[in-house]
């Protein structure tokens, strides 16, 4: 399975791009980036994947460099309820002919976002 | 929101009594996963089910087992609860056959356990 490597911790200020890094160096050919975020007691919320091209939705952008071994997401405009951790997330699938396919997703320890007024 | 509840929300229960979790969905999804989140350990895979009485393990399932009878439902139980199962416990979903550009994984509000 792919490991991800994000930093502890980061610091953005309100209004402010913020830039959360990811390392994946070990990722394959057919597995995908997921960026998922949890704010203090809730589940963890879906933001945004990519396979190998840029990606944006209405919550982020996703950047993957050309050789796939890290990437970034970027929240455009930080807003207090943005402050959670973020967890990067290398896709593991297994496919077992038989029964179809497995899925599976390891998280890693995430980044605390702490979003400052 | 997913369509994911899971109950109870909350429970304390005793050391030895057996606790049985549940999660619904009106997903329709194949995929269901437990999860447990502990301070220092992140999100960890406990059980995961792939279809209807298909099940397999996880990285932590001792002192687990899952059950699913009918897509919308899988139980999480502990046969006998002891303290190292206080935790947050969160039921999953997914359907890559319906999405394989990605199989976006959704998680529910979570169970919060206490064993004493």
């Known amino acids: 399975d792919a490991k991800t490597t994000q930093p502890t911790s980061m610091d953005c200020a309100e209004g402010r791009a913020a830039n959360l890094p990811c390392n994946h160096s070990?990722?394959?050919?057919?597995?995908?980036v997921y960026w998922y975020r949890q704010i203090h007691s809730q589940g963890p919320q879906y933001i945004i994947h990519g396979l190998k091209n840029n990606e944006t939705n209405e919550m982020a952008s996703l950047i993957i460099t050309e050789d796939r071994k890290s990437s970034t997401l970027i929240l455009p405009h930080a807003t207090l309820r943005d402050t959670a951790v973020y967890y990067c997330i290398v896709r593991v699938a297994t496919y077992i002919e038989a029964q179809g396919g497995s899925e599976k997703l390891v998280f890693g320890k995430g980044t605390k976002l702490t979003v400052n007024p | 929101d997913a369509g994911i509840t899971q109950s109870p929300r909350h429970k304390v229960t005793e050391t030895g009594t057996p606790v049985t979790l549940r999660c619904h969905q009106t997903?329709?999804?194949?995929?269901m996963y437990w999860y447990r989140q502990d301070p220092g350990h992140g999100l960890r895979l406990i059980h995961y089910?792939?279809?209807?009485?298909?099940?397999d393990k996880g990285e932590v399932s001792d002192g687990y087992s899952v059950s699913r009878s009918k897509t919308e439902d899988f139980l999480l139980t502990l046969e006998s609860a002891t303290s190292s199962q206080t935790s947050v416990y969160f039921c999953a979903i997914s359907d890559i056959d319906r999405d394989p550009s990605g199989n976006t994984i959704y998680f529910g509000e979570g169970s919060w356990l206490t064993v004493v």
């Open positions: 070990t990722i394959s050919g057919n597995e995908y």
């Open positions: 997903e329709n999804h194949r995929y």
């Open positions: 089910s792939y279809g209807v009485k298909d099940t």
